[in-house]
């Protein structure tokens, strides 16, 4: 890799602007300790210690461009109540623009609570509605993304879908659109129900698993040639620019025309898995927009992911780690 001045890059994050759509949650954390069962039926009694709120969903996205300094906004829609009250608070706390949210009566917010004891999960309860947006919710969210891409004028725009219903067919095609008439680079961490809607984005970040999920492909040996073959499967369907395509503990992939590489990952002591793809896309769409590199973007992602996943539960990046790891594997 050439030269590169990682702390004038770093620097320069501060510089971009970023916007993330896609469905937004809040995760609540309820801890407790279980002494006993209850005698109405045979379940624990969970005594509450303590509650906590966390920015989820797309909005840890969100949270990961913040950390790195950058510009954020988060476009999306949501319901006009408690937890979506609770969500708009910590997305100001972290210097993430709110303005772009379009807040519906029709929706509620996302919100999935979790009761812990011994940190061990007791139950999940989740609180959300999945259709699709209607079309007036549709309009309303397309309305704040065309104000936002006017006056902002941002580099990047990231699509992160977790099947709630934000990320409609109409949506994808209609922003992508605005995008490519505004210079807008886009950049995608699909889920399965849409997977094949992206069409002519610039970047396409899935998974392995999906990526076969959705080429219904059985594959064992996972090599350069078998991925190249991937990166022209897709792009037959998507006319995209380019494959970045994550290999859990086998690193990344990138291909970009004929230009590809795989890059393993770099040794680290797994704690937890949650969130690293959020990670990842949040990092690579940022070095993207900085430097155009596809190289660099996915060396840089990688080591993001990989420091993410020495954290339990889902964490933003360390800008100051990520950049010492920078320095420290990628300057030769």
């Not at 909005?59 to 988060?74: D, T, W």
């Not at 919100?111 to 061990?120: F, G, L, M, P, V």
């Not at 659109?177 to 505004?182: P, R």
């Not at 950049?323 to 300057?331: G, T």
Request: net charge negative; hydrophobic share 40%.
């Amino acid at each position: 890799m050439s030269k590169v001045d990682f702390n004038k890059l770093f620097e320069g994050f501060s510089n971009i602007k970023a916007g993330v759509i896609g469905d937004v949650m809040l995760d609540i954390y309820w801890w407790g300790h279980v002494e006993r069962i209850s005698p109405e039926a045979p379940v624990p009694v969970v005594a509450l210690d303590k509650k906590e709120h966390r920015i989820g969903g797309a909005g840890n996205v969100a949270l990961n461009l913040a950390a790195l300094g950058a510009q954020v906004s988060i476009l999306s829609v949501m319901g006009d109540d408690d937890n979506g009250h609770i969500l708009t608070d910590l997305f100001n706390e972290h210097h993430i623009n709110t303005n772009w949210v379009a807040k519906q009566a029709s929706r509620i917010t996302t919100a999935k609570t979790r009761i812990i004891s011994r940190n061990q999960q007791m139950m999940r309860l989740d609180a959300e509605i999945t259709r699709d947006l209607s079309i007036d919710d549709e309009n309303a969210l397309l309305e704040k993304v065309r104000q936002y891409i006017v006056n902002e004028r941002p580099q990047v725009i990231i699509f992160e879908d977790y099947n709630k219903g934000v990320l409609t067919e109409r949506i994808i095609k209609e922003v992508t659109a605005l995008c490519k008439q505004h210079g807008v680079i886009t950049t995608v961490d699909p889920k399965r129900k849409n997977f094949f809607s992206y069409q002519g984005v610039d970047i396409f970040k899935p998974n392995l698993k999906e990526v076969k999920d959705g080429l219904n492909l059985l594959i064992e040996d996972v090599n350069l040639v078998t991925l190249n073959d991937i990166h022209h499967q897709l792009q037959k369907k998507l006319q995209h620019a380019i494959s970045f395509i994550t290999l859990s503990e086998k690193g990344v992939f990138y291909q970009e025309n004929s230009d590809s590489k795989i890059i393993p990952s770099h040794l680290r002591n797994i704690a937890d898995v949650s969130g690293a793809g959020d990670t990842v896309i949040a990092v690579a769409s940022l070095i993207y927009a900085a430097t155009k590199r596809i190289d660099l973007m996915a060396e840089v992602a990688n080591i993001a992911g990989g420091l993410v996943c020495e954290e339990v539960g889902t964490a933003a990046v360390d800008k100051d780690r990520l950049l010492h790891e920078c320095k420290l594997l990628l300057q030769a």
